[in-house]
């Protein structure tokens, strides 16, 4: 029974790689896409308009409060199975849908990493660069950005890795990815052992990737600790 098990195992493990490979997709995108768009929101915190700042803090307090299924759901139901440009369509899959679903609370939680990071700047770095005759702009390009984007760096890692163990919810709306191909494994084989070992190598699977994460984010916050 155990070399039964085993061997099922891997058989299925050049599926459960790809299936892996699917939830990696999904992260790298939707970290990108939230940091774009978390790195505009965060800049329009700041803005001296107050209608902009207002917006902004609502996209923050909406998305980072929001449960990360429920947008999941609303992106993969709400938004078309194609887009329509020009004479053209272009399809919308499902990873795709998730991947925005995704994307939506990171840009909250990178606003507020950049945020944060502004604010640790000492108010006397920006008094000094006035006396100097910079204006806001340069002071915000040459001094206070450079500074800002190390102190960014170990949360946006750690958002990074929760957003990649968020991913096992795609599997809820139909996408193919790691978790999907395990519960298609578990009902082929339809042995209980089979669905207990192959549950734990996900879990091994998930640690192999985020816990080097976990340490070099560690190892940064003492880096750039101030």
Known sequence: MVTEICLALWQWSPALGVGLMQNILISITAIALGTLAGLVIGALAMSPLAPLRMAAKVWVQVFRNAPWLVLIYFTTYVFPFEIHVGSHYLPFPDWLKVTVGLALPASANVAEIFRGAIGSIPSTQWE????????????????????????????????????TMGTALSSLVGVHDVIDTAQIASNTVNLTGFTVLIYFSLLALFFAYCYPISRLTQRLERRYAF
């Open 128 to 163: 000094a660069a006035r006396s100097l005759a910079f204006d806001r702009g340069q002071i915000f390009r040459s001094i206070i950005l450079p500074q800002c984007f190390k102190r960014m760096l170990p949360p946006w890692m750690n958002l990074y890795a929760v957003v």
